[in-house]
T-cell receptor, first 117, second 112 residues
Framework: AQKVTQAQTEISVVEKEDVTLDCVYETRDTTYYLFWYKQPPSGELVFLIRRNSFDEQNEISGRYSWNFQKSTSSFNFTITASQVVDSAVYFCALVGEGSGNTGKLIFGQGTTLQVKP | AAGVIQSPRHLIKEKRETATLKCYPIPRHDTVYWYQQGPGQDPQFLISFYEKMQSDKGSIPDRFSAQQFSDYHSELNMSSLELGDSALYFC???FGTGQETFFGQGTRLTVV
């Protein structure tokens, strides 16, 4: 079975603080893909990043960075110098490439991030 | 760049009525997905299509059906609506499985 766990339900930080959102996944597939999405209060789901299971290089995009560690089945997301506009629900998701997998995303429960001014 | 287009954005229906949601995927994307997101919950997979053929099915009620048309747009039909069907419904598309998957802005369905 495939599963994504985001243990942090809610995080509250003050603007300019760094914050890390945790994501732990379970899958038996050797090839899989991990995603992060942002859902602001307006409700849309905004694609942030996709990583495949063979690429463990960390990635940085502006204030965002991602740390993928297969050894701990984790794909954590860090926001540096957080801003009020970062306030949203963040979802981690998994797609497996095993038999019968058709690209559907398995989502974690989401982490609500509140950034206070 | 073109995004996934969903219509309508908001829909209010009474119990036992029927609703039809439409989705226009990103051009050249060959896979369309439908998800349902209840209040405070993560999106749950309903159904997907690959090249206009149903490719997967999740926990979609029998009252719901979907199809993808020759122009690649997709429709989700929901009949005998219940109060519990009130949710945000997302359509998403990708080019191939496991690839970057983009979501539409969603349709907020309220059943009263």
């Amino acid at each position: 079975a495939q599963k994504v766990t985001q243990a942090q339900t809610e995080i509250s930080v003050v603007e300019k603080e760094d914050v890390t959102l945790d994501c732990v996944y379970e899958t038996r597939d050797t090839t899989y893909y991990l995603f992060w999405y942002k859902q602001p209060p307006s409700g849309e789901l905004v694609f942030l990043i996709r990583r495949n299971s063979f690429d463990e290089q960390n990635e940085i995009s502006g204030r965002y960075s991602w740390n993928f560690q297969k050894s701990t089945s984790s794909f954590n997301f860090t926001i540096t110098a957080s801003q009020v506009v970062d306030s949203a629900v963040y979802f981690c998701a998994l797609v497996g490439e095993g038999s019968g997998n058709t690209g559907k995303l398995i989502f974690g429960q989401g982490t609500t991030l509140q950034v206070k001014p | 760049a073109a995004g996934v287009i969903q219509s309508p954005r908001h829909l209010i229906k009474e119990k036992r009525e029927t609703a039809t949601l439409k989705c226009y995927p990103i051009p050249r994307h060959d896979t369309v997905y439908w998800y349902q997101q209840g209040p405070g919950q993560d999106p749950q997979f309903l159904i997907s299509f690959y090249e206009k053929m149903q490719s997967d099915k999740g926990s979609i009620p029998d009252r719901f059906s979907a199809q993808q048309f020759s122009d690649y747009h997709s429709e989700l039909n929901m009949s005998s609506l219940e109060l519990g069907d009130s949710a945000l419904y997302f359509c998403a598309s990708s080019f191939g499985t496991g690839q970057e998957t983009f979501f539409g802005q969603g349709t907020r369905l309220t059943v009263v």
